[in-house]
């Protein structure tokens, strides 16, 4: 089992312009791709208790390596 992250760009939605990144790291046994898949539940969440944001972007990491994938799905070094 790894730590995995989701890290995610949110914009406030009174300010569109005012952006800043976040990150969700957990434990994860799987592939980058699952990631991406499983991850709406996590930012459903986030946005849920952070009701003047909205997600823009966001893509999954190992943070200890150097592969990532976005949430496309497309995996690539970094």
Not at 10 to 37: K, M, T
Request: proline content about 6%.
């Amino acid at each position: 089992m790894d730590i995995i992250a989701i890290v995610f760009t949110v914009c406030a939605l009174a300010h569109p312009n005012q952006c800043e990144e976040q990150r969700i790291e957990y434990f994860w046994n799987g592939s980058l791709r699952d990631c991406i898949q499983g991850a709406q539940p996590y930012l459903a969440q986030w946005i849920g208790e952070h009701p003047n944001w909205t997600v823009k972007r966001y893509h999954c990491e190992f943070p200890r390596k150097k592969d990532r994938a976005d949430a496309r799905g497309a995996a690539r070094p970094t």
